[in-house]
């Protein structure tokens, strides 16, 4: 839709109750992302996009947890939504950086937030809901690129095959929580008092593994900040079986991001360096997978 359209379309919500201003905001890299702030100051987050069926993204299961995460306390609220459209009060606080999430205060903050996200809101989640198993979704992209072509360069789409099998292998029995599953830093508010997590594009049933793992991979966190994530999140030190499984997710997320922007680079109209993103993640799968194959393999 020509900006001129998607503003108007905007304008014509029939949940303002009089003018409004629309800004853009950046970042958002499946959909499109505006503030809006009405006559009597409130201010609201307006999300544009589609059903992404490559990627897993289906915007009724997107609606479905942003309630639930309202219920629970960690979301903003919803307002409205449509056919491709999501209004959401604006969550008004600091976007976390990479940086802050590596803070160790931080971080204890951000594992109590996920226990919630991960243990409560199920409670509020109501309708069908998606799954989102890392390996299922590696090797759907896997079969997409081999049919469609458009890998990065020299991605031998069979051997990475082979090794997320390893990978699933090595993450053995797991427990299944709800989970974000898309945790960057900027999905992160900080408003002084509490944190929220907002974008739950991705957001269905996991390992709470996976969030942790996706959450140490996207924030470049340290071998012991790692450490310091799994005992905040279960409240002590953990078992090898955990921690091979917390080593083994993080390359799965690493290796799903690098398919990730391979698959985006086919699909995409977003103006973004799909091809530069993923080779960098691709290269710090690599470094991962040669640290896991040295310790576990």
Known sequence: MPD????????VLPCWSGPIAIDVLKGGLTNRNFRVSDHLGQRYVVRVGR?????GVMRFN????AHAAYAAGIGPEVIYAT?????????DGAVLAPEQ??????????AALLRRCHNEMPRHFQGPALIFWVFQVIRSYVGLLQTRGGALPDLNLAQLAATAGRLEQ???????VFAHND????????????????DWEYAGFNSPLFDLANLATNNELTTELEGALLDAYYGGPVG??????FAAMQCASLLRETLWAAVSGLTSTLAFDYPQYGAEYRQRFERRWQDFERQYG
Do not use: C, K, Q, S
């Open 183 to 198: 945790l960057l830093a900027a999905n992160l508010i900080d408003d002084g008092h509490r944190l929220w997590l907002i």
């Open 101 to 110: 999430v590596r803070d160790r205060r931080m971080l204890g903050r951000i």
């Open 83 to 91: 056919d491709g459209i999501l209004v959401t009060r604006f969550a």
């Open 62 to 65: 997107e609606l479905a947890a």
């Open 4 to 11: 001129g359209d998607l503003l108007n379309a905007i304008r």
């Open 240 to 245: 090898a079986d955990a921690r091979r499984g």
């Open 51 to 55: 059903d992404i069926p490559e990627h």
């Open 170 to 176: 090595a993450v053995g029995p797991v427990t299944i």
